[in-house]
């Protein structure tokens, strides 16, 4: 990067800008904004989700955008599962391990 170039926007900045572009003007879209809107929600991480909710008006459209679309926005099956595995797969080998480092095991 060059002294005059300014750091690209974080991809963060940009999906979360992209869903509140289409996120304010529903539940006027059209049908292919309303599926990229779709699309997008689900994967945008939690401090997309936090930049999202610091849009002024952001929260109103956001509850009514889950009220009506909220079956489609399920979370995937995959992603559910490591979001509840892992944490317990590391605790569990956490243990495991002081338990033999202690007793000697």
Known sequence: ????SLPSP???RNLAEEAWKLLRRYPNLQRGEL???IEIF???????LELL??????????????????GKLQTPLLKMLLIVLGPAVLLYTTFWL????FNGD
């Not at 909710?53 to 909220?70: C, H, I, M, N, W």
Request: without cysteine; charged residues 25%; aromatic residues 8%.
């Open 1 to 4: 990067m060059t002294e005059n």
């Open 10 to 12: 974080s991809p963060d």
């Open 35 to 37: 599926e990229r809107l």
């Open 42 to 48: 689900p994967k945008l991480s939690l401090s997309e």
């Open 53 to 70: 909710v610091s849009y002024p008006g952001a929260t109103s459209k956001l509850d009514t955008f889950r009220q009506e679309q909220g």
């Open 98 to 101: 002081l338990w033999h480092a």
